[in-house]
């Protein structure tokens, strides 16, 4: 099971949360190829990774030919296990220059700055992509087939294309009919709607994908992998996470996240996660409250202790 790149979720604190639970392949958040040349701040902090995390993809996106093979070079010296290209992204202002899902207008484009990064690098190079710019232009098959003959070590496609962007429901059928060409070998994971230890088994037994690539579902629920494993084993569902594992992974992620970016950026950006942890406890909303709003760890790891005391024994469902 791979966790997918998702901007402003999968930094390096959420990504060695999802290893802990049992996220077998974790990847960055994408970072842009022109912004990292000019050295933008944000940019290289992307690049940061934790020995523990490995493997480890860090993913680009761009379009110039040059500013990528560039930017293979300036990710290379953070050592990641695998570089992974965004051929994906829908939003407009990534697409309108030609990167992300708006090279699947240019298939030759894609197929040729794939095969210069490959030799660029010693770095297995992977893809994750959609199935098409629009559902009239759906090519997955003889693109994914190109992609590996000119090195793509792996390649995840999201069963969505472009026009789509997150809506209606993703289309596995296309992926297993990359897996299904006999001309393929390298690992096909499919992405795209995994929110449930059912649907992952069914993406692995139904479809035949080598793996799923999970985003939404792990948001705020990094157990959600270790509920996958746990069903893929048992054939049962996990109960879910207690408070006090809940309580340990907030402690945990907001100490990494103020080792990583310093106290206040730390305190700041681990907010947004609580809510989440905590998803389901009645009349928290004072608690909550307290969490978001304290701007030093040390209130925020009281508030934390305070709440381990208050709902102690409280049985998720
Ligand atoms: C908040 C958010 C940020 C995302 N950022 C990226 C990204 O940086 N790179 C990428 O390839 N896909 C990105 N995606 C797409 C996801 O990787 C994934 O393809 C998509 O969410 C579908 O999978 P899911 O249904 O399991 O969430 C993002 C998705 C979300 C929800």
């Known amino acids: ?161 472009r026009s789509q962007m997150y809506k209606g429901e993703a289309d596995w059928a296309p992926i297993a009919d990359v897996k299904n060409n006999s001309r393929m070998h390298i690992p096909v994971f499919g992405n795209g709607d995994v929110n449930t230890p059912e649907k992952a088994m069914e993406m692995r037994d139904k479809y035949g994908l080598d793996g799923a690539m999970i985003g939404r579902a792990s948001i705020g629920y990094p157990w959600f992998f270790r509920e996958v494993k746990h069903y893929f084993k048992t054939g049962e569902h996990m109960a879910p996470p207690t408070l006090e594992e809940r309580i340990e992974a907030a402690r945990k992620h907001l100490q990494m996240a103020i080792d990583w970016k310093g106290e206040k950026l730390g305190v700041f950006e681990t907010r947004r996660h609580y809510t989440n942890y905590f998803k389901g406890i009645p009349h928290f909303k004072e608690y909550r409250s307290k969490l978001v709003t304290s701007d030093h760890s040390v209130d925020v790891f009281a508030v934390l202790d305070e709440i381990e005391k208050e709902f102690s024994g409280y049985e998720f469902i």
């Open 1 to 161: 099971m791979l966790l997918a790149p998702m901007e402003d979720v999968s930094d390096p604190p959420f990504r060695a949360l999802c290893k802990d639970q049992g996220a077998d392949v974790v990847y960055t958040e994408f970072i842009s190829s022109e912004g990292l040349i000019r050295d933008a701040a944000k940019s290289m902090m992307k690049l940061d990774i934790y020995q523990k995390e490995r493997p480890v993809g860090i993913q680009i996106f761009g379009a110039v030919l040059e500013s990528m093979l560039q930017t293979v070079e300036i990710v290379e010296r953070s050592k990641p296990d695998i570089i992974d290209i965004n051929f994906g992204c829908p939003v407009k202002k990534v697409v309108s220059k030609g990167a992300g899902a708006g090279i699947l207008k240019d298939i030759d484009l894609m197929v040729s700055l794939t095969a210069a990064m490959v030799k660029h690098t010693n770095l297995p190079i992977t893809v994750k992509t959609r199935l098409g710019w629009d559902q009239d232009s759906i090519r997955i098959v003889e693109v994914a087939e190109r992609l590996q003959d000119v090195g793509a070590k792996a390649i995840s496609i999201h069963g969505r294309t």
